[in-house]
């Protein structure tokens, strides 16, 4: 069901804006479901559209020896794009798909273009959400080259938890540069010093 209140809302928090011009704005989103296992944005496809997710989870991959390699995942209210891909209008081999049944905005890169032109300061918006996503990259990149294991994997649940408490054990791995059989070791060691530090808890009810 469409709710333009999350969309209205999003955009009134990041950028102010008339009436009118909000108007115009949100008659460019379009709303779209897609169901789990879906691809939104295809391999060696150009991606066409930027998001605004209301409900799932979408990640980001790509194929490497045919092994899937995770590389982003997107919550509700996070305003998303294969960026690469759709600000330069190229193809990329980047895959979108929904992890689970999704809904979502989106707007198409001709019609963001088209706000551009109406309303330069909606580009401010824009601006912060590639920002944020290539600083996340950025830091990402950075713990996989610097940081050990154990390291990786208490900073991602200290930035982003609802990655540990929502994605498959396999798909983390990928996504922190290390294979399924190491994270499941070291979550092992983690919950052990914890059980250690605390021996009245129960070592079957120890969080992940």
């Known amino acids: 069901m ?3 209140n999350v969309l209205v809302s999003f955009i009134n928090d990041n950028v102010l804006l008339t009436e009118e011009e909000l108007a115009f704005i949100i008659d460019l989103f379009e ?5 789990k296992g879906q691809q939104i944005k ?11 997710l209301l409900e799932g989870v979408v990640r980001q991959f790509q194929i490497f020896n045919n ?5 982003q995942f997107f919550f509700p209210i996070d305003f998303f794009s294969e960026y690469q891909s759709f600000t330069k209008q190229i193809a990329s081999t980047r895959i979108l798909e929904a992890k689970t049944d999704v809904k979502l905005y989106q707007i ?25 996503n290539l600083n996340f990259i950025m830091e990402l990149n950075s713990m996989i ?22 994605i498959p054990q396999y798909m983390i791995a990928t996504f922190l540069g290390m294979t399924a059989e190491v994270l499941s070791r070291l979550k092992g060691r983690l919950a052990r010093a914890r059980f250690e530090q605390d021996p009245k808890k129960d070592p079957k009810k120890l969080p992940n």
């Open 2 to 4: 469409k709710n333009d």
């Open 31 to 35: 709303y779209i479901s897609y169901q």
């Open 42 to 52: 295809g391999i060696d496809e150009v991606c066409a559209y930027t998001y605004l």
């Open 67 to 71: 092994k899937e390699i995770n590389q």
């Open 108 to 132: 198409s890169y001709a019609n963001l273009q088209l706000i551009y032109d109406r309303i330069p300061h909606f580009q401010k918006l824009s601006r912060k959400m590639l920002e944020e």
């Open 145 to 166: 080259v610097n940081d050990s294991p154990v390291e990786r994997y208490l900073k991602l649940k200290e930035i982003r938890p609802e990655v540990i408490q929502e």
